[in-house]
């Protein structure tokens, strides 16, 4: 199985988390913003990452490789099957892929990708803003809802955790962290989660990544 894009990408990493979780041997391969060739873009018609091979079978978006997965290894299964539970589920990764992300491009793209990727010229009033006004009522949601057993469904681990607890690894490598004295709870469940050593490998590979290219460029660093 080939998983074509970077770990940077809360999408991608999503999507190696879990199939370490479930013990999947599967190869990244480094794709995306012009890289990957034709087998990328046969799995990722719209150019975007995780692209994903399977044999013959090839497929974009991190939500459906995952469904893929879950179904063709069931064990341990990462998508419930009780209907709360599986809506529960899909509804946590709804909110990573889409209310998370929504701050979080802004914050890593004009921390890190515009300005060491792409070379361009980074927004920050509109990463700081993000940061200090778009994140903080996701994280007061999640401060609300993370159950004592520390996993967000069936007090295991699930999608659910893997989905939202990615973001948040992206977010780590541009210095944008869960302060824990406003949301303790929320900043130890992210901890726990990025600690398990399907995260923990991916996320040191990250920040050296991040690194590499010269580390996130802060507002005051280019004042
Ligand atoms: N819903 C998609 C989102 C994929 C996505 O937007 N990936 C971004 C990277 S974080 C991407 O490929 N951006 C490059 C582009 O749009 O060209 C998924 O879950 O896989």
């Known amino acids: ?24 041997d599967m190869e990244l391969r480094m794709a995306g913003m012009g890289r990957g060739g034709p087998e990328f873009a046969a799995a990722s018609p719209f ?3 995780p692209g994903f091979v399977d044999g013959d079978f090839a497929i974009s978006d991190s939500s459906a490789i995952v469904a ?5 290894y069931p064990d341990p299964n990462l998508i419930p099957a009780a209907p709360e539970a599986r809506a529960r589920t899909i509804w946590y990764d709804e909110l990573a892929d889409t209310i998370v992300m929504a701050a979080g491009s802004a914050i890593f793209g004009n921390r890190f990708v515009i300005p060491r990727v ?25 401060e609300g809802v993370i159950p ?15 989905a939202v607890a ?48 010269g580390g996130p460029v802060m507002q005051s660093a280019a004042a």
């Open 68 to 72: 893929y997965l879950d179904a063709k």
């Open 166 to 213: 990615s973001p948040f690894a992206t977010l780590g490598c541009v210095d944008c962290r869960v302060d824990p004295a406003r949301w303790p709870k929320t900043a130890a469940w992210v901890d726990a989660i990025h600690a398990r050593p399907s995260f923990a490998a991916i996320i040191a590979k990250d920040q050296a990544a991040v690194a590499a290219m």
């Open 148 to 162: 004592q057993s520390g996993f967000l469904v069936e007090d295991r681990l699930t999608l659910a955790d893997i």
């Open 118 to 142: 792409m070379k361009g010229q980074p927004d920050h009033d509109a990463a700081d803003k993000a940061e200090t006004a778009v994140l903080p009522p996701i994280l007061d949601y999640l």
């Open 1 to 24: 199985m080939i998983v074509f894009g970077s770990t940077l990408s809360p999408y991608v990493r999503k999507v190696m988390v879990f199939g370490a979780e479930k013990g999947l």
């Open 47 to 49: 150019g975007k990452m």
